[in-house]
């Protein structure tokens, strides 16, 4: 063995142990800064540590939590303070991961966007419900259409929540496949895949921003125009007495790398050794985290901090070639090595989950379907692929010691792809990926190998050929599911 494998040869703990700054003087830094916001707009129990033992906010009747989706978009498992990044401030999330229950193993379902955002509404394997890869805006390089089975917002309004989609949608242009489609009451965003230019909101020249079902044009930031929709939206939910579902999508830090010039400025004077490319993106993600803490302490404002789940989470791993930091892990968005797969996620419960907790069992994207469903008193769906987590946010040890079987593809165009899919599947400690539609399989142990530096594919040909075939069967059930619209009906 090499020696870099050898350095690799370690626990995955200790590999992101190794990566996990000492953080206690950055945590005083976080919290005195968001006790300051919450002083300022009045303060709440959640300023000061305090938690009604049932979770539930004291001035309100309902009985059901209300649940927060915050879904990042591309943002790297070590691009937060919290995750061990000493070259970026995420004051706000790094005070949200303090106070929730954090992931060291959390899978986005996919390396690329539309598949996790499609298993994060289903709960299913995101082939299995016809999004094998990117929903995009020209139908020659469309490699999804998402089946109709019942979403998180189907789920959840069909219970009594207001659901509300904020930001970035990518899961369909067109009806059947638009969030009013699909189970949300009110959607504020766009619908495509990203936006060529973060103030021009458009997409190859089209806009896809929509209050509803209306088109409009407005000015500004889309970072700031998502925080300013969700605060309002969270002000006109305060004055109902009805639980709510808010899925908070932003596209940052997606490409293009395009922070507000006051934010990059006070980066380059920080840090003016920094690389261009990372200034740039460290700048948009400090822009970021500003604003999800403007959404946070409205929360506090309006007395609902105590009365909601907040989930946050990336929907893959952080794009390299713009300067992301994806930790330890090997490779980035895009890759179905670890890098492109491992995500940061943090579960807040007021009542259930304890400050602090980290833990080591895996978990995916689509686990968040069950858990939310169950945690509003609602029973899922038995088709579904995901695993209710709430064992593990009750500190219950069941699923930390089961071995488990997680499965990620992604199909693609161009010349790379050709229309194939890139496919990998975790086992335990083993993992099975085929990062290339063309080139060999490999087979790595991740617990001694989290690095995924030694190919093991052929000194253990039988664990090769098992996963192989589990992986078979996954892939047989997804092409059950069309993953392209049905095709035109014929004028008689």
Known sequence: MSRRSHDFAESTETLMHRHLFDSASRWVVATSRWLLAVALIGGSALAHGSEPADGFARNSTQTRPNVLVILVDDLGWGDLGCQGATDLRTDSIDRLFSRSLVFDRFHANCCVCSPTRASLMTGRYPDAVGVPGVIRTH???????????????????????????????????????????????????FLGDMMDDYYTHLRHERNYLRDDRRTIEVEGHATDLFTQWACEELRVRAEVDQPFFMYLAYNAPHTPIQPPADYLERVQER??????KRQKLVALIEHLDDGIGQVLATLEELQLADSTIVVFTSDNGGQIDVGANNGPWRDGK????????????????????????????????MDLYPTLCRAAGVEPPASIDGIDLAPLLRNQPELESQEREMYFVRREGGQRYAGQEIRALIRGRWKLVQNDPFAPRELYDLETDPGEETDLAASEPARLRELAAAMALHLQEGGRVPWQAPAPTPSP
């Open 139 to 189: 139908a020659e390089n469309n490699w999804g259409y998402l089946a109709d089975v019942p979403t998180l917002a189907d789920q959840l309004g069909q219970a009594g929540y207001h659901t509300t989609i904020i930001g970035k949608w990518h899961l369909g242009l067109d009806s059947p496949n638009t969030p009013l489609d699909r189970g949300f009451d009110r959607f504020r965003g």
């Open 271 to 276: 840090a003016p050794n920094m690389p261009p």
């Open 334 to 365: 895009q890759s179905m090595y670890q890098g492109g797969l491992l995500v940061p996620c943090a579960i807040h419960w007021p009542g259930v989950t304890t400050p602090g907790t980290r833990v080591s069992a895996p978990a995916m994207t």
